[in-house]
């Protein structure tokens, strides 16, 4: 059993987002991955490519994650990304928005399994109690996070980053008044 993080203690991790063909990893794959990866509290490096998957993408997908077929013919293919992603990743602790689907599609496709992780969806009613809503945008309005954009895994993964580090702060500030 994996011990249990002390969230505060955490300054060196990386935050990895991805967008899939579809909801289910047995099933779907990844055709984009971005990566932050965090050393004292402070970007030191990033990682982003698209993937070519082995299907064609259906509309639906090509609309939800404005990604085309035309981009993806010459993306490289997962077995020549996944030894790029592992190398990124290392054993850093892995911070994702959504940590439960991101961590099934890396187990699946990168071959991930032994990272520690922080699911943002874990900690988002502490950044937005009065929301029931907690998806990255709105919990980016919620921590005054105004003009963003959100059109790639990199971007995704950078807002999910400050979101981690506002909930530090939070949960510091919440420590001092008790105290």
């Known amino acids: 059993m994996k011990e249990e993080l002390q969230l505060n203690n955490i300054t060196d ?5 991805i967008e899939t063909t ?5 099933q779907n ?7 932050v990866k965090i050393k004292d ?3 030191v490096d990033t990682y982003t490519t698209i ?3 082995r299907k064609e993408l259906n509309t639906n997908v090509q609309e939800l994650t404005n990604i085309s077929n035309a981009l993806l013919q010459y993306a490289p293919s997962i077995d020549t990304v996944a030894p790029q992603v592992l190398k990124f990743i290392e054993s850093s602790i892995i911070v994702s928005h959504n940590a439960e689907f991101t961590m099934k599609f890396l187990k699946q496709n990168i071959g991930t399994t032994n990272n520690q992780v922080v699911n943002i969806l874990d900690i988002a009613k502490q950044i937005n109690p009065k929301s029931k ?5 709105d919990l980016c309005y919620a921590i005054g996070i105004n003009n963003f954009k959100q059109s790639s895994t990199i ?6 980053m ?7 702060k939070l949960r510091n500030r919440q420590n001092t008044i008790i105290e």
């Open 51 to 53: 993937i070519k998957p």
């Open 13 to 17: 991790y990386c935050v990895v987002d």
């Open 41 to 43: 509290s402070k970007i």
């Open 22 to 26: 579809g909801l289910y990893e047995s």
């Open 29 to 35: 794959e990844i055709i984009e991955i971005g990566a």
């Open 133 to 137: 809503k907690h998806k990255l945008s």
């Open 162 to 168: 400050c979101l981690f580090e506002y909930s530090k």
């Open 155 to 160: 971007d995704c993964a950078y807002l999910t």
